[in-house]
């Protein structure tokens, strides 16, 4: 079974810093990865993913991340957060053997002081 | 479209009652899932759906979980007796059937039980 690790649970960070979270995942074979979004009292929404192709993915509101296969990482950026991405965000992976479920990490609290 | 309908949005209930949470996907979504998400265990898939049928309900706590689907737009999870332990938020999601599709969730149920 797949297991997905954010390391950092906690990142308190000022505005127009950069953001960088990590997720290691532990699967063999082949793979979809996410990063979903909660924002204070709110669902989840997916911020980007990755099927296949360019491993630098660019998704919504700024956020990029990278696949790296060899590493089984998948680090979400943003080179310049705002007071607005006070968030949960959270890494999930898909095993494309598994069907269309999710294997979500533990999720990162994110507060970016104004 | 509406989204990922839950009801109700908060439960608050005494211990050994019974609790019924419910779904409505996104019409055209042939995937159901129920999350429940904690401060401690984060967030857990308990079990999901395709095309009405439950694929995987290796995350149902114990016996006193329950889910249903007995058509393409409803969803229901009951628990019972309910505990204090139970105390959650409950989110569905939905999505097409392929691993290539997003999950979509609904805004949650808050359940308390006292």
């Known amino acids: 079974a797949q297991s997905v690790s954010q390391h950092n649970h906690h990142v308190i960070l000022s505005e127009a810093a950069s953001l960088e979270l990590g997720c290691n995942y532990s699967?063999?074979?082949?793979?979809?990865l996410f990063w979903y979004v909660q924002y204070p009292g709110q669902h989840l929404q997916l911020l980007l993913k990755?099927?296949?192709?360019?491993?630098l993915v660019k998704g919504i509101k700024g956020f990029e991340a990278e696949f790296i296969k060899s590493k089984f990482s998948f680090n979400l950026r943003k080179p310049s957060v705002q007071w607005s991405d006070t968030a949960e965000y959270f890494c999930?992976?898909?095993?494309?053997?598994?069907?269309?479920?999710?294997?979500f990490g533990g999720g990162t609290r994110v507060l970016v002081k104004p | 479209d509406a989204g990922v309908i839950q009801s109700p949005r908060h439960e608050v209930t005494e211990m050994g009652q019974e609790v019924t949470l419910r779904c409505k996907p996104i019409?055209?979504?042939?995937?159901l899932f129920w999350y429940r998400q904690t401060m401690m265990r984060g967030l857990e898939l308990l079990i999901y759906?395709?095309?009405?049928?439950?694929?995987?309900d290796s995350g149902m706590p114990e016996d006193r979980f329950s889910a249903k689907m007995p058509n393409a737009s409803f969803s229901t999870l009951k628990i019972q007796p309910s505990e204090p332990r139970d105390s959650a938020v409950y989110f569905c999601?939905?999505?097409?059937?392929?691993?290539?599709?997003?999950?979509?969730f609904g805004p949650g149920t808050r359940l308390t039980v006292l």
């Open positions: 999930a992976v898909n095993a494309r053997a598994a069907g269309n479920k999710l294997t």
């Open positions: 699967y063999g074979g082949t793979v979809n």
């Open positions: 990755y099927f296949s192709g360019d491993p």
């Open positions: 019409s055209g979504h042939n995937s």
């Open positions: 759906f395709n095309n009405n049928v439950p694929i995987d």
């Open positions: 999601a939905s999505a097409m059937p392929s691993s290539y599709n997003e999950q979509f």
